[in-house]
């Protein structure tokens, strides 16, 4: 059964979901801005020097631009016929929707192809496109979704979404018809702006709990606030034949939920390298910017006579998926399993670790393993990185996790000494150092006493609120 928790203190709201009491997904936003700009909608103007390329930048608003590409996470499934009949544009613009969010280093990306989601459907850009979710498999209930398939029109298409499976449907169709009133704004804005513009803001972090992850089986969802509490009563209620069953609880606001429901060291625990498991092996998960290393370690589980290479492998497959979707890790993932003899085993990996991952919802596509006990793997990126929610980096080590070794800080120093008395009339120096480098400078320059060029050095503690590893004063 599913529970999910929201907690709201100030302008920020924290949510997180448990699978069964096990933390699942943790989601943190901030009402007073937009973390994210992907899902956004935009009427962009063309970059009219670009013809004959395959992408190019265009202008979202007057100051911005971005990337056009051809990439989007849907596209792939409706080009089967090579046309571009799902574009919508005229002389100058066109309509593109945001696939990646800004970057330091870049422009966000975005397409031509474009998605509009609701709970049971997706409107897409695509005219008299009818398609239903290939996680829908029983033939019984995608032949009763088919007698939908009139609601595509010669201006839109529609794909019935996996939470359309056990709906009724006249639910399905009013979600549809809100769906198309949505899209047809949209189309009506593009037509009427005159400029580069924001049409369509993605929804807010509630609308997306409340799509996306409030399924069937969700048992409870316990808020802190009695906006959020109203909020969820009222999407409930427009939809009575689903989730009758879930009950909304209204705690009081100076209530830590997080600690009460026992799940706020975990997520402390998000951004650590190490995740133990309770039969002694335990994970290191290295996160680089476009890669992600897991190496399985056994630890002190092989002590344990009922524990073997394939057993500590096939619960840490289980582990590593709940990782994956809980740290919400993106790009190349490798993971680095304990050595089996058989391929039989290999595949027995595999097929649990491969199993473990059908409740994702980004795409990801998972190679067999090799016959190194490597699985290699990548996912689709939905937003941030989890760590990156809950941590920074370090301003010590600028997030490598390793600093510059003591003394050779304090040969640093000491050659910047040298430069300074050659380069100045000055002979005596204050040295203001971290406490924990100065024992390390004494015992360098006791073992140097004979060498002038270190000589009349005088040095003091710096004060313990200061960043800054040495001063010279």
Known sequence: ???????????????????????????????????????????????LSAKGIEASFVKIDEEKNAFLSNYHPLKADFETDGSDSY???????????????????????VSDFVALPSKFCVIVSKPKFFGISKKINSEEKRGRLRSLKKSATKSLGIILRTSSENQKLKDIKEDIRQSKAKWKEIISSFNEEKNPILLHQEDNLMENVYRELMTEDTSEVVVNSKKLYNYFRKQMSHNLSSKTSTDVKLVSEKEDLFKSNKIDKEIARIFHKKVNLKNGSFLLIEEKEGLTVVDVNSGRSLNNKKETNLTVNLSMAKEIAHQVILRNLSGIVLIDFIDMKSSTERKKVFKTFKEAMKGDKAKHSILPMSQFGIIEMTRQKIGSRTSSLVSESCVSCHGSGAVTRKDIVCYDLIREIISLKKNTKKTKFIVEIKKELSETLVEILDKNKRNSSIKDLEIVTSPKDTEQLYKII
């Open 1 to 47: 059964m599913r529970k999910i928790i929201i907690s709201e203190t100030l302008d920020q709201i924290r949510v997180a979901v448990l699978d069964n009491l096990k933390l699942t997904y943790f989601l943190i936003d901030n009402t007073s801005q937009q973390a994210s700009i992907r899902g956004n909608i935009y009427k962009a103007k063309k970059n």
């Open 87 to 109: 574009k919508i544009q005229d002389k100058n613009f066109i309509l593109v929707q945001c696939v990646s969010d800004y970057d330091p280093r870049k422009a966000p990306k």
